[in-house]
Structure formats: structure tokens, C-alpha cells
């Protein structure tokens, strides 16, 4: 369905990104912009991100084969 254009380093950043995001919206400041951390924690989880694909960048190792 989507191309996939998310690295390994750049999947395991997203995903944590996106927890402590999340996080914050139940500990710490309590602020609703921890929300925000559901963009990151998809796009980890998907191995896809839509703006690389906008701009053309690709974070997965080219395979040797």
C-alpha cells in the first residue's frame, strides 16, 4: 500500500519519539500537544513516512543481493 522509505535507526527514533510524546500527555506537563507524538509512532510502526515521500528521501539501506 505505501512505499517504504523508513530505515531501521530511523524507525527505532520515531517510535520513541512518538512514546514520549504520547507520554506527555499523561505525565509530566500533561500538555495536549503530546498528541503530536502519534505522527512519529505511525510512520515508525508503518516503515512509511508521506513528506519523504514528498521530497524524495529514503532512509532504508539499499540491499546487496
Not at 527505532?12 to 505522527?39: D, E, S
Not at 505511525?42 to 543481493?65: D, E, F, H, M
Amino acid at each position: 500500500m505505501f512505499k517504504t522509505n523508513v530505515g531501521r535507526t530511523d524507525r527505532i527514533l520515531r517510535i520513541l519519539v512518538g512514546l514520549v510524546l504520547i507520554a506527555l500527555v499523561f505525565v509530566g506537563p500533561k500538555t495536549p500537544w503530546g498528541w503530536l507524538g502519534i505522527i512519529p509512532l505511525a510512520t515508525g510502526l508503518l516503515r512509511s513516512c508521506p513528506l519523504y515521500s514528498l521530497i524524495g528521501v529514503n532512509t532504508c539501506g539499499v540491499k546487496q543481493g
